[in-house]
């Protein structure tokens, strides 16, 4: 995939669902419960591709994190496992 690309216009509905040009959809292997991955920066919206093998490992990744931590310091409030989220998420961004 090249850096730039042509665009397309496309428009919000009433219930906030977006039209994903069909030349797109079929370049990235978009097909009906595809499941993506939407977050905002600044004023642009960026939608990514998931496959569940992602979240599976990413989710394995976690949970064995967290049970390292268990076996070393005992139970972990519910305080210090949204801490241990957000450090992973914030390795996971830096290694982008």
């Not at 991955?37 to 979240?55: A, H, R």
């Not at 990744?61 to 070393?72: C, E, S």
């Not at 139970?75 to 210090?80: A, L, M, Y």
């Amino acid at each position: 995939m090249t850096s730039y690309e042509e665009g397309d216009i496309t428009v919000v509905s009433g219930k906030g669902q977006v039209v994903i040009p069909q030349p797109l959809r079929e370049k990235l292997g978009l097909k009906p419960k595809t499941k993506l991955f939407v977050y905002g920066y600044k004023d642009t919206v960026i939608m990514k591709k998931m496959e569940i093998s992602d979240l599976l490992r990413d989710l394995k990744a976690l949970y064995k994190r967290v049970d390292a931590r268990t076996a070393k310091y005992g139970r972990i409030s519910e305080e210090e496992i949204l801490r241990e989220i957000e450090e992973y998420r914030s390795e996971k961004q830096t290694k982008r």
